[in-house]
């Protein structure tokens, strides 16, 4: 056991090995405020990590947790007093992840990409990436099921693609916000799984700022799927869509504003639409 503030404040510290001890558990706040740490090296026993691990951590430019047997990447696992000057541009999560917690990686503004195939079922949490805006692809799979709470990516103003991939049903959102709200860049949106899908309120901004969206793919083929207000309100610029075939309920406001869109299939499945849907 690390516990609990162990190099809080070692402000000179810049490297350390722990990749030969037995640690098992990283606590809460472990490196809090090592704002020279640029060098982490973790065991293959570490199975546990406390809230805030690397808060303020802003010469980390690196963070490997491949060879460890890590679950769950913490709450604000690299947040900061000061967002914009943490460093950390790569991220290296191990396939046994089940769960990345909320503002994991909060405003870590210089990584530029996430890409993550588990094993099992992944849950990204609310706020996990947020703001972090050089982030200019995502790429997800997950060989069970997958959720993306509120605002997973939200405010990552450089993304330009994301493609999901899961083996079992899905979860975007919730009623009170889309996981990628504010997202202005993206063009393309792909979805596959065998499963059903459940979707919130709207797939990017609820606002109905989607002005890039030209291809969205929800290829969602099992019973029961269901779609919340605003799908894809305001893509201008929005050509093609794709629904789930199991589609039973779609939200209002579905395709508001979609002026480039020509032709919509709904599928035969499909029960409730929602007014002012185009």
């Known amino acids: 056991l690390v516990d609990d503030y162990a190099f809080g404040d070692c402000y000179r510290l810049a490297a350390i090995d722990l990749s ?3 640690v098992t558990t990283l606590g809460s706040n472990a490196f809090y405020d090592c704002t020279a740490l640029a060098s982490v ?7 546990m990590m406390g809230s805030y691990t690397f808060f303020c951590c802003e ?9 460890t047997g890590v679950t769950e990447v913490p709450f604000g696992m690299c947040n900061g007093w000061q967002p914009d000057r943490m460093q950390l541009t790569t991220v290296r999560l191990p396939a ?4 990345i917690g909320s503002q994991a990686f909060y ?31 995502v790429n997800i799979s997950a060989q069970r099921g997958l959720t993306l709470e509120d605002n997973a990516f939200g405010a990552c103003n450089e993304i ?8 079992d049903d899905v979860v975007l959102g919730s009623s009170y916000g889309s996981p990628c709200t504010s997202c202005d860049k993206i063009e393309t949106f792909t979805l596959h799984t065998p ?11 609820p606002g109905g700022s989607n002005e890039t969206l030209t291809t969205v793919v929800l290829d969602a083929k099992g019973a029961g799927s269901t779609i919340g207000p605003a799908l894809v ?17 779609l939200g209002e406001r579905a395709f508001r504003d979609c002026e480039s869109l020509t032709s919509i299939d709904l599928p035969s499945t499909l029960t409730s639409l929602g007014t002012a849907t185009t």
């Open 233 to 249: 309100y305001g893509a201008t610029k929005l050509t093609s869509i794709t629904l789930p075939a199991g589609l039973v309920s």
């Open 20 to 22: 030969h001890t037995q």
């Open 59 to 67: 010469t980390l430019t690196e963070l490997d947790l491949t060879g």
């Open 195 to 205: 499963g059903k899908l459940t979707a919130g309120i709207a797939l990017l901004s």
């Open 107 to 137: 405003c870590c503004t210089n990584l530029t990409e996430f890409s993550l195939n588990v094993r099992g079922s992944l849950t990204i949490g609310s706020r996990a990436f947020y703001d972090c805006d050089k982030i200019s692809s």
């Open 41 to 47: 090296s973790l065991p293959a026993t570490l199975t």
């Open 96 to 99: 046994t992840i089940t769960k």
């Open 160 to 167: 330009t693609d994301i493609t999901l991939s899961a083996k």
